[in-house]
């Protein structure tokens, strides 16, 4: 049996079908380029006869893309599959997917049908798309659901018929993962030229197995798993495709399954999809949530500063995530404290360090979010040298039908230095002011903006990250003023550069 598992991403197709996450075809288009780039092998593109839209999309789909298999969704009725197979006439590989419901409950209370007509109805549309192409795809509706002794019937027939992929979906989550397990090896034992074709998992999460059932599919012989990113999908959502992919990466030495995705693609296009659909992602989430590679507890951070690998299962490159994140709260330890400080260039004495982590325990109790310019104002000012560039003046002009405008001055070692920049707010204007002055080669990485108090007299607190020559130094300002405190900001990270 081939040890190549193929990644079949419906996240255009199923993933779609979640109401408010609807797509354009120029976004499904980008969708697609990024799932080719990310080495997804089959791409299910739409379900063409659902509307004009959609037979819009597989089209230009199919002419956008190159090495995937475009695939179009079908129920097993004709006048679904020509329109199928029209919507494909530009893929360079096309694929129909048809097929039809299994269960009990399908075909007696959703089709009104029997299992003889089924069966008939099962061959019959297999033999009907294969008049367009050679890569034809059954799904077997409710198959966790489905007798295994019938479905194996079903299965054996479609594939008599000329399916070269036979999906069997857990359709509506029910099953515990060692029953799909059995189900699928049940098929694999049982079905007369069942090598003929690749078995296909397609889980929901209605009980979050999911991706458990998709794991004990592919142990007992299934060899595409349906998938999409993030897990979007119909009611609790589909099999994720990160999750599988990383698991047979992690683990390879135990299961021998490899997939022709580039892992490091994958935080990218979390949050491609995310930001498109609106779907924001949950924080611990697997993978690509926030807190996937993030550590709070002081016990863990410790472990994770000393090696990765005492807590981390997976190193954050392998998806795209450039490292872990230590954060701050109350249940970090000093071995967290220190490293944050000297992140942000402190270099502190042991009993400096020991002060100021009981003072930062009072905070972290008090706030949810501890911040860098927290922890600064709690190493105090005397550990910082004098500012040699100071704020020593600062005008903006804004407002509506105006191009916003920035006058600063500031004082060098002593001495009175003036520039005026337009920019694309005020901003923007008085940072370009700034660097007008100082003419360093200063990249802007980060901005954050956070309330201290509440109101429209509010005191703003400015943290700014910024690049020069690949060393990152922090700035922090707070004001009233948001424009004044991100100038403060920005010139305290400049205080920080080597002296030129």
């Given at each position: 049996?081939?040890?190549?598992?193929?990644?079949?991403?419906?996240?255009?197709?199923?993933?779609?079908?979640?109401?408010?996450?609807?797509?354009?075809?120029?976004?499904?288009?980008?969708?697609?380029?990024?799932?080719?780039?990310?080495?997804?092998?089959?791409?299910?593109?739409?379900?063409?006869?659902?509307?004009?839209?959609?037979?819009?999309?597989?089209?230009?789909?199919?002419?956008?893309?190159?090495?995937?298999?475009?695939?179009?969704?079908?129920?097993?009725?004709?006048?679904?599959?020509?329109?199928?197979?029209?919507?494909?006439?530009?893929?360079?590989?096309?694929?129909?997917?048809?097929?039809?419901?299994?269960?009990?409950?399908?075909?007696?209370?959703?089709?009104?049908?029997?299992?003889?007509?089924?069966?008939?109805?099962?061959?019959?549309?297999?033999?009907?798309?294969?008049?367009?192409?050679?890569?034809?795809?059954?799904?077997?509706?409710?198959?966790?659901?489905?007798?295994?002794?019938?479905?194996?019937?079903?299965?054996?027939?479609?594939?008599?018929?000329?399916?070269?992929?036979?999906?069997?979906?857990?359709?509506?989550?029910?099953?515990?993962?060692?029953?799909?397990?059995?189900?699928?090896?049940?098929?694999?034992?049982?079905?007369?030229?069942?090598?003929?074709?690749?078995?296909?998992?397609?889980?929901?999460?209605?009980?979050?197995?999911?991706?458990?059932?998709?794991?004990?599919?592919?142990?007992?012989?299934?060899?595409?798993?349906?998938?999409?990113?993030?897990?979007?999908?119909?009611?609790?959502?589909?099999?994720?495709?990160?999750?599988?992919?990383?698991?047979?990466?992690?683990?390879?030495?135990?299961?021998?399954?490899?997939?022709?995705?580039?892992?490091?693609?994958?935080?990218?296009?979390?949050?491609?999809?995310?930001?498109?659909?609106?779907?924001?992602?949950?924080?611990?989430?697997?993978?690509?949530?926030?807190?996937?590679?993030?550590?709070?507890?002081?016990?863990?951070?410790?472990?994770?500063?000393?090696?990765?690998?005492?807590?981390?299962?997976?190193?954050?490159?392998?998806?795209?995530?450039?490292?872990?994140?230590?954060?701050?709260?109350?249940?970090?330890?000093?071995?967290?404290?220190?490293?944050?400080?000297?992140?942000?260039?402190?270099?502190?004495?042991?009993?400096?360090?020991?002060?100021?982590?009981?003072?930062?325990?009072?905070?972290?109790?008090?706030?949810?979010?501890?911040?860098?310019?927290?922890?600064?104002?709690?190493?105090?000012?005397?550990?910082?040298?004098?500012?040699?560039?100071?704020?020593?003046?600062?005008?903006?002009?804004?407002?509506?039908?105006?191009?916003?405008?920035?006058?600063?001055?500031?004082?060098?070692?002593?001495?009175?230095?003036?520039?005026?920049?337009?920019?694309?707010?005020?901003?923007?204007?008085?940072?370009?002011?700034?660097?007008?002055?100082?003419?360093?080669?200063?990249?802007?990485?980060?901005?954050?903006?956070?309330?201290?108090?509440?109101?429209?007299?509010?005191?703003?607190?400015?943290?700014?990250?910024?690049?020069?020559?690949?060393?990152?130094?922090?700035?922090?300002?707070?004001?009233?003023?948001?424009?004044t405190a991100s100038a403060e900001a920005f010139l305290d990270a400049i205080n920080k550069l080597p002296v030129v």
């Amino acid at each position: 049996m081939s040890n190549k598992l193929y990644i079949f991403d419906t996240t255009l197709r199923d993933g779609e079908q979640v109401p408010g996450c609807q797509l354009n075809t120029v976004e499904k288009i980008e969708v697609a380029k990024a799932l080719q780039d990310l080495g997804v092998d089959v791409i299910e593109a739409g379900f063409p006869i659902s509307s004009p839209g959609d037979f819009e999309s597989v089209v230009e789909i199919s002419k956008a893309v190159t090495w995937p298999t475009i695939c179009a969704l079908t129920r097993a009725v004709q006048k679904d599959i020509d329109v199928a197979a029209e919507s494909l006439q530009y893929a360079k590989k096309g694929r129909i997917h048809t097929g039809i419901g299994t269960s009990y409950y399908h075909i007696h209370h959703k089709l009104h049908s029997t299992p003889e007509d089924i069966l008939e109805r099962a061959a019959e549309a297999v033999k009907y798309a294969k008049k367009y192409v050679e890569d034809v795809e059954f799904y077997a509706e409710d198959a966790g659901r489905t007798d295994n002794e019938y479905l194996a019937k079903v299965v054996e027939a479609v594939i008599k018929a000329g399916a070269t992929v036979v999906n069997i979906p857990d359709t509506t989550g029910y099953c515990l993962p060692h029953e799909f397990g059995e189900k699928i090896k049940f098929l694999m034992d049982n079905v007369k030229g069942i090598e003929k074709a690749t078995i296909a998992t397609h889980c929901h999460n209605d009980l979050g197995m999911a991706t458990a059932n998709t794991i004990a599919g592919i142990i007992n012989g299934a060899r595409q798993a349906e998938v999409t990113i993030n897990g979007i999908g119909e009611r609790a959502g589909n099999t994720s495709l990160e999750e599988v992919v990383m698991i047979l990466k992690s683990r390879y030495k135990a299961l021998g399954i490899s997939t022709n995705i580039n892992t490091k693609k994958i935080y990218g296009t979390s949050r491609l999809i995310s930001t498109l659909m609106n779907m924001p992602v949950q924080p611990n989430k697997a993978i690509v949530g926030r807190n996937a590679f993030a550590h709070s507890s002081g016990i863990h951070q410790d472990g994770v500063l000393k090696n990765r690998e005492n807590y981390e299962i997976m190193d954050p490159t392998d998806v795209g995530i450039n490292e872990s994140s230590i954060l701050l709260t109350a249940r970090s330890g000093r071995a967290a404290l220190k490293h944050r400080l000297e992140l942000m260039g402190f270099d502190l004495s042991k009993e400096k360090l020991n002060e100021i982590y009981e003072q930062f325990l009072k905070i972290a109790d008090k706030k949810k979010d501890i911040r860098d310019d927290d922890i600064a104002l709690l190493a105090g000012d005397a550990t910082r040298q004098e500012k040699r560039i100071k704020l020593d003046f600062l005008q903006v002009v804004t407002g509506k039908n105006l191009i916003p405008m920035a006058t600063v001055r500031l004082d060098i070692a002593g001495e009175k230095f003036d520039a005026t920049a337009a920019g694309n707010g005020p901003v923007d204007s008085a940072i370009k002011a700034i660097k007008q002055i100082i003419r360093r080669q200063v990249v802007i990485e980060e901005f954050l903006v956070q309330a201290i108090t509440r109101g429209s007299d509010d005191i703003g607190k400015v943290h700014m990250q910024v690049e020069y020559n690949e060393t990152i130094y922090h700035g922090f300002g707070a004001n009233t003023d948001i424009i004044t405190a991100s100038a403060e900001a920005f010139l305290d990270a400049i205080n920080k550069l080597p002296v030129v």
